[in-house]
């Protein structure tokens, strides 16, 4: 990898990590170096990267300098040969370089590290003998070790004894400058905000050599080390044992190691990090460093400096020093753990988001303040902030919305363009009685088996494929706009296409315009094959003309209509007619996931005498194998055996494949969904939940529109269509008609008409409103008997009219919201006639008790003699003794007058209701 690719959008963060610094040290260093940069997330240019290089290059040469300079650095050390120092020295002096090249490769750690790791693994292994042997006696030794090591080391010059050293006398003097220290030996001391880092040194020191340590070295290192390092690099080889087990220890790793560290300085340093723990774990703090360092993955330079940080962390716990550091120490973390991408199943509160993006709640919720969003932890984020929101933080987000297993229906799958392949078309064939479906349909199956299937004798199972020019087309065996809109009402989208056959010798028929606009409701492209041309007196252009009228205009005459001549019983232009439904699937492109499981419509079940229940099923997606568990509509099973349309069994059907299977557990319906699933039991369930569910929607009111409750569904935004159709005596008055409706203009609403035709309303009508959510509007027509009971099974709303004024006004008020209210009668109470008495000027008064409920002043009322009402009118006057009354309740006696009836008599019975509306 060239250091220039690397470079490319290299953030600071990155770099950060590349470098086992902080994004903080890094913009710090960034800041000091007048190069703008808001936060960790800005990008690096190629200049600044750089510059920071430089920085570093600055930062070693004036260690070096100093060190040459300086006696007092080198602390010597027993165990370190000269050789070995020397070494080291160089190895030091080429470390900053080698950094840079790092840095310039932030990206790269893995190539780069690789090297190291042996180098690493290497020096440990050495060091660890000879270094943590060492050093961990000393440490152990001498209390005050733990204070020195970090800070000890650079001035580590001063004591020269590893001994000593710990006992951080010097510690003490020496630390201070450390910490200052960045003047620390290395002048580096400016850049380092480490001090800071220097600055936990110290804690480490106090409380705990390793600890402290290695977070010294590690991050603070971080900006500094470079520097840090050369010093200190110096000190290690003598060092080395003396210096307390852990600050000791990466010293002769990179002794050691250093060629190979060289490069990987940066890393180095993490493991350095991992060394001193190590160390560490021989010394004192055994367990958690052991376990902080132990990790001797190789390249993890990254990884150890976090767990360098974490020992730190504990041990700033265990110490007396230092929260605020630790929490530096967390924040750092916290950055660095920030994920690449996280899954999204819905919206979540702000905290949730927080957490699920290692950010503290704070921190969101002032970026969604910059956002403009103003939230609190509690708030629910939607899908699109949470995006956004992500999108600050440099996350990527996935979002996986959670699937509705029972109504699977209504799942939509998106599949990623390359998972599609195309399917062969589906057609069903419509159109008049007599004009030839049955006969077309089995004409293309004789004439067109596919090659190789014995003798051409398939099977009926409500579908088969042929194939023509090596694709394939597969037909729905049922003709018919019945069976087709049957199925459309119960949700199934099975067709792709639709032919409409009309007999050239018999044109445009009632059925042919009905089927017609039932494949025009479902939005599917039309193919007219005009048949019987063999006939005499066969006129296909009349039939062209014809269907001009229903905006079905052939290609010739401008339009873009195909339409094909042929006679199925001659079988002639059947390959036109298959090519053409080629064509227009190559248009539509038709296309379909494989490699799923399987999802596709039942076409026909029935109970088989032998084999139990048997569904027809048309495979839209996927693909369904013997064995598989599924559900169809509210039934359950598993594929026992597969037989396609030639009477073959197979084992496996891709999409647009139509199948017999046995092995379902009840009668599905036809139009039934059906869906594999992972195994029985699941499916079992679902089946359950779905009939239950199915029986409650049942109970529940229809969903399909009427004309009482049309102006709800405008207002709810739910309808901005009204499906008519419309059935007249004589197709003059339907036109009228049609065209009144057409000019009824209400804001937000148009009328819709989706069919129409002369003749009685029939049941295919009724499905066809069903299927589509329409009225059905008969004029001097009425249902027959059956289709009137299918309206009321499917809740079809049919209004009957006689005067087309009358049917206008009807829409139109309720496109409006203006029909007249529906009052209901709510019956308030009941007073029984105990006596009578009339009175000259005013009539009969009736002396009652009321028995129940209350009668009000103002409601009306019926007169109730022997179950029978002999009136119903208003009450008149309401009395408690002399006063009047505006209501009397239960279980008091008043006097009634009512409106123009004296006629009362002992033992009435006077109830009182009041009228009420009811909202539509
Ligand atoms: N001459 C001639 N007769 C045909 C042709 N196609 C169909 N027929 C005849 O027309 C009659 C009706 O054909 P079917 O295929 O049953 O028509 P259908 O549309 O399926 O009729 P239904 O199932 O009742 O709706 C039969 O007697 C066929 O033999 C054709 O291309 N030419």
Known sequence: MSKEDNKDKLRVYEYAKSLNMSSKEIITILKRLDVPVNNHMSVMENGSVNKVEQFFKDVKSNAAAKRDSGPSSRPVNTSAPAADSAKAQNVNQNQPEKQVGMNSNPNNNPSTTSPRPQSGQD??????????????????????????????????????????????????????????GGSRPQGSTGTRPQSSTGGSRPQGGTSSTGGSRPQGATSSAGGSRPQGSAPRTDNRPQ??????????????????????????????????????????????????????????????????????????????????????????????????????????????????????????????????????????????????????????????????????????????????????????????????????????????????????????????????????????????????????????????????????????????????????????AAGLPIIVAVNKIDKPGADPDKVKQELTKYELVPEEWGGDTIFVNLSAKQRTGLEDLLEMILLVAEVNEYKANPDKRARGTVIEAELDKNRGPVARILVQHGTLRVGDAFVAGNCFGRVRAMVNDKGRKIKEAGPSTPVEITGLTEVPQAGDPFMAFEDE????????????????????????????????????????????????????????????LAKIEVEGVRVKILHSGAGAITESDIALAAASNAIVIGFNVRPDAQTKAAADQEKVDVRLHRIIYNVIEEIEHAMKGMLDPIFKENVIGHAEVRNVFTISKVGTIAGCMVTSGK??????????????????????????????????AQGYECGITLERYNDVKEGDIIEAFIMETVER
């Open 123 to 180: 020096s440990r292994s050495t060091q660890t003998t000879a270094g943590s042997t060492q050093n961990a006696r000393p440490q152990q030794s001498g209390a005050p070790r733990p204070s020195n090591t970090g800070g000890s080391r650079p001035q580590g010059s001063t004591s020269s004894t590893g001994g000593s050293r710990p006992q951080g006398s010097n510690t003490s003097s020496n630390r201070p400058q450390s910490g200052t």
């Open 239 to 520: 060092g080395g044992a003396p210096r307390t087990g852990a600050p000791s220890t990466p010293r002769p790793q990179g002794a050691q190691g250093g060629a190979p560290r060289t490069g990987d300085r940066p890393q180095g340093a993490g493991q350095g990090g991992g060394d001193f723990s190590r160390g560490t774990g021989t010394g004192d703090r055994g367990p958690k460093k052991t376990a902080t360092g132990g990790r001797p993955g190789p390249n993890q330079g990254g990884q150890r400096r976090f767990d360098d940080g974490k020992g730190g962390n504990y041990r700033g716990r265990g110490g007396k020093n230092g929260r605020g550091k630790n929490q530096q120490m967390e924040r750092r973390e916290k950055i660095d753990n920030t994920p690449k991408k996280i899954i999204v199943r819905g919206s979540m509160t702000v905290g949730e988001t927080a957490k699920l993006l290692h950010k503290d709640a704070s921190e969101v919720i002032k970026k969604l303040i910059t956002m403009g969003v103003m939230a609190t932890i509690n708030q629910e984020l939607d899908i699109d902030t949470i995006l956004l929101l992500a999108g600050e933080f440099g996350v990527e987000v996935e979002v996986k919305i959670p699937v509705d297993e029972d109504s699977f229906e209504t799942v939509e799958e998106n599949d990623m363009d390359e998972e599609l392949i195309t399917r062969p078309p589906v057609v069903t064939i419509m159109g008049h009685v007599d004009h030839g479906k049955t006969t077309l349909l089995d004409a293309i199956r004789s004439t067109n088996v596919t090659g190789g299937e014995a003798g051409g004798i398939t099977q009926h199972i409500g579908a088969y494929q042929v194939e023509i020019n090596h694709k394939k087309i597969t037909f729905l065996d049922t003709p018919g706009h019945e069976a087709f809109t049957a199925m459309r009402a119960r949700g199934a989208q099975v067709t792709d296409m639709t032919i409409i056959v009309v007999a050239a010798d018999d044109g445009v028929m009632p059925q042919t315009v009905e089927a017609i606009s039932h494949a025009k």
């Open 681 to 740: 039991r699941k499916a079992r369930a679902i089946a359950d939940r779905r009939s239950t569910t199915q029986r409650q929607s049942e109970l529940n009111i229809n969903t399909r529109v009427t004309l009482d409750d049309l102006f709800k569904h405008i207002k709810d935004g739910e309808i901005k269509d009204l499906n008519v159709i419309i059935k007249g005596d004589v197709q003059g008055s339907v036109e009228a008609l049609k065209g009144s």
């Open 855 to 888: 009668i009000a002043r103002n409601a009306e009322m019926r007169l109730i003699r022997s179950g029978i009402v002999v009136f119903e009118g208003k009450i008149d006057t309401l009395k408690r003794f002399k006063d009047d009354a505006k209501e009397v």
